[in-house]
């Protein structure tokens, strides 16, 4: 099991700025400048859905 110095070493912030993604729940930057409540996978999904139902209602 990564320790929370090790999880914001491959996330290249600081361990206080880890969390869970809201979604799929594996660690992120979830807090302080560039945080997110999603980690960059499930904004990306979020992303292209979103850019697919503006594209249908056009």
Do not use: F, H, I, W
Request: glycine share 8%; with cysteine.
């Amino acid at each position: 099991m990564s320790t929370p110095a090790s999880r914001a070493a491959v996330l290249a912030c600081r361990s206080d700025q880890v969390g869970r993604c809201a979604r799929c729940q594996n660690p992120c930057q979830r807090y302080g400048a560039g945080g997110n409540p999603l980690c960059q996978d499930c904004l990306a999904e979020v992303r292209e859905a979103q850019g697919r139902k503006q594209q249908t209602s056009l």
